[in-house]
């Protein structure tokens, strides 16, 4: 995926004596979805790598043959998280039982082996796994069951990681 850059350069704010956050913060508040700042600086701005992490922007960082540095602050992925529709609490969950990398499986044995690994744990215990694809007919098999679980995709987009909290199969099932 190409990023695009509004481009900012504080060189010259900097070298009349001024002070370029203010100007920073315009344009970032200025930049539209997706968009990154390419800042150029005479230095490493370390102060302002903390302040755009906290708005959500990682950094690169490239030394300029003429002693400056050409920075790339470019916004994070939204990392979408799926909910099973009866999960509790997830980020109080157990850690892991069982961590199962199944990325390099086809259908349907991550789902067998997931299902497998399930029967054999306790109500409470948690199973952690890696998928090449998101299990969209594993989840509703997990919920019937009475399991809980939690899943997204990682930031590259090539795995699917999902976490499973074993509980009791409904009555009714």
Known sequence: ????????????ILQNGGEPFEEI????????????????APFKPQPLFRVMDSKGFDHEIVELDNGGFEVRFTP???????VS?????????????VELDLSDLDPPEPMQR???????????????????????????????????????????GSTYRIMIRIGKEQANA
């Open 25 to 40: 913060m315009r344009a970032v508040s200025a930049l539209q979805p997706g968009q990154g700042l390419r800042l150029l």
């Open 85 to 97: 529709d009866n999960a509790v609490s997830p980020e109080l969950w157990k850690e892991p039982s």
């Open 1 to 12: 995926m190409t990023q695009e850059f509004k481009e900012l350069d504080v060189r010259p």
């Open 76 to 82: 994070r992925l939204e990392e979408k998280v799926t």
């Open 114 to 156: 997931i299902l497998a690994e399930a029967e054999a744990l306790s109500q409470g215990e948690v199973i952690f796994a890696v998928l090449a694809r998101e299990p969209v007919f594993l989840f509703p098999e997990l919920t019937r069951r009475g399991h809980q679980w939690v899943g997204n995709f990682d930031r590259s």
